[in-house]
């Protein structure tokens, strides 16, 4: 790695000094830690694009680790999807690994605790231990049981793993100050009863973890060396280090017998918890339960709708994972939460797909045009070129004929100043055909136009002798006889409101979604297209970005969803 083609930070700024004094002895070891409770979305990204670019820059390594530690949530759907998300962003872990295949170890660990006076079985209720816990302002009280034997709670613990308890009768907890400022420190339950079956380990454990005292012991078993995680833990650190040092793997490696007989690597490290602002985005919301309820309650269709935040929505939506990637690294990695505008990923967006999408022409708003100047069977192919930046891309053949689609937003019957495209008596220029003269129009009963008559200019033809010949305004179109029927999807942003989560107003997020951010409509595709293959993308000239549905998409029934506009409208829009 070099300081030259990498973007510092604070947390790069502090590996380089590690390596500098020897730390972990040069090692780098990160890891992306995922609840498998959830689709990942948009600012989980930016934690992968962090962990797994620490790992790649200093020649180390990342682990994906799934923090499955609450069985009540989680599901080995979520579980596949993150895998899928994770290599779908261009990454690859070292390992895989999971906080329950270290289930053995956390209850090793209570034990020891326990033999240190460090952890004690409590019986409050969970409303009690609220009661108890005190204020930020107020201490919090001991707990009745706080002083039981080493004996009893030995004896206590072991029953709780052998199942003999109901649900929440009893916590163990650690012991350590119930006075702390940080009421993180006030004897923190490390672990509950919950007799519900996981999706790792079956039915064989009745209690589970809590998720702050597995976390810190699953990065030291793994030999994580820097413990990368957002801003709402900077108040947990003090817990994650006393867990660290009341437990010390390193010294006690009968703590860790079962992951070696389970013959998985063990080099336990004491690891370094870093915090960083999380990633933010406006005209979004990334609570998982806020975007649980859109999906419940059929607001949208699914998790992977292309409005949805998710990574599985932006990949169906036909954002490249490149985009994405960039757009975190752009943004940045510092310790002031902040809210990034979505126009700026959206920017991304385009800027990859500039270079990576071939060209094509599509009317989403169809306006017949027939040529009256051309014999009722005319029929020719022109040349074009697939992208008009890369010679690489090659070119192709474009059907052309007397009858033609184009779109009905580049014809006004009633020109007004600025508007430079098809008007009564007016002339364009059709995409690499000639110039065309409308000379009348044909309208419906209802006085609607449903048809222009045009003529073509033969000397304004490719080759000809005015081809040249200077005009303002530049149509596409697609030849009416050989184009291709589609359903084009024309997606945009789920909310309305830069804020959704500000209720100030009285209003909920629900109240500000954009009823305009899903629009289906028919549309005609220059011929090839149905044989594009799913998740490509392609630029419907003068229209935006639009790729294959990964889902609905065939050849029999083509579906594009837009991925996103050629400029950005929104921008537009505000000013």
């Known amino acids: 790695m070099t300081e030259a083609t990498t973007p510092t930070n604070f947390i790069r700024q502090i590996v380089i000094a590690d390596q500098a004094s020897g730390k972990h002895a040069g090692v780098v070891k990160t890891r992306f830690p995922p609840e498998p409770n959830g689709y990942l979305h948009l ?91 005190g204020t930020l302002t107020e201490p919090g009280r001991n707990s009745p049981f706080r002083e039981r034997s080493v004996e009893e709670n030995l004896d206590l613990f072991k029953r709780m793993r052998a199942g003999e308890f109901a649900d929440g009768a009893r916590t163990l907890r650690a012991k350590i100050d119930m006075a702390s400022g940080n009421i993180n420190m006030r004897d923190p339950a490390i672990f509950r009863i919950r007799k519900l079956s996981h999706q790792n380990t079956g039915d064989a454990w009745p209690i589970y973890p809590m998720y702050d005292y597995a976390h810190c012991i699953s990065d030291s078993i793994e030999g994580i060396t820097h413990s990368l995680c957002t801003l709402e833990f900077e108040d947990h650190r003090p817990l994650y280090d006393w867990c660290l040092d009341q437990i010390d793997l390193l010294a006690n490696p009968q703590l860790a017998e079962s992951i070696v007989a389970a013959g998985l690597s063990y080099a336990p490290r004491r690891p370094q918890q870093i915090e960083f602002a999380r990633g933010n985005l406006d005209f979004t919301v990334m609570s998982k339960r806020k975007l649980l309820a859109l999906v419940q309650d059929g607001l949208v269709d699914g998790w992977d709708d292309p409005r949805m935040p998710t990574l599985i929505g932006a990949r169906r939506r036909g954002f490249p994972a490149a985009a994405i990637r960039t757009f975190w690294e752009r943004a940045g990695i510092s310790k002031q939460n902040s809210v990034i505008e979505y126009g700026v990923l959206e920017g991304c967006v385009r800027e990859v797909l500039d270079g990576t999408a071939a060209r094509r022409m599509g009317v989403i708003n169809p306006l017949k045009l027939v040529l009256t100047n051309l014999a009722d069977d005319h029929s020719e192919i022109l040349d074009f070129p697939n992208h008009p930046k890369n010679d690489d891309f090659g070119r192709r053949n474009v059907s052309f004929s007397r009858e033609l689609w184009i779109e009905r937003d580049d014809f006004l019957e009633e020109p007004v100043k600025g508007f430079h495209r098809l ?153």
């Open 43 to 133: 600012g989980h990204a930016k934690s992968i694009c962090l962990n797994f670019g620490i790992a790649r820059d200093f020649s180390g390594t990342c682990n994906l680790r799934f923090d499955d530690t609450n069985p009540s949530r989680e599901d080995i759907e979520f579980v596949e999807a993150i895998r899928d998300d994770v290599q779908w962003l261009g990454f690859e872990w070292a390992e895989q690994r999971h906080a329950s295949d270290y289930f053995e170890v956390f209850y090793r660990c209570g034990l020891k605790l326990i033999e240190d006076g460090k952890a004690f079985v409590c019986d409050l209720s969970a409303e009690d231990v609220r009661t108890y816990r």
């Open 423 to 575: 008007v009564p008596g007016g002339e364009v220029r059709l995409r690499g055909a000639g110039i065309i003269r409308c000379e009348e129009l044909i309208k419906d009963a209802d006085g609607e136009v449903i048809e222009l008559r045009c003529t073509l200019d033969p000397d304004t033809r490719p080759g000809g002798d005015t081809a040249n010949r200077k005009i303002k305004g530049t149509i596409h179109w697609v030849d009416a006889r050989t184009a291709v029927a589609a359903e084009v999807r024309l997606y945009d942003r789920l909310f309305d409101v830069a804020d959704p989560d500000d209720d100030s107003d009285g209003k909920t997020y629900r109240d500000h979604l954009n009823p305009q951010s899903r629009r289906a409509v028919e549309a005609w595709l220059e011929r090839g297209l149905e044989d594009a293959a799913t998740e490509s993308v392609w630029q419907f000239e003068r229209l935006g970005y639009f790729v294959a549905d990964r889902h609905d998409h065939s050849a029999a029934q083509p579906v594009f969803n837009r991925v996103v506009t050629l400029r950005d409208t929104w921008a537009r829009a505000v000013k």
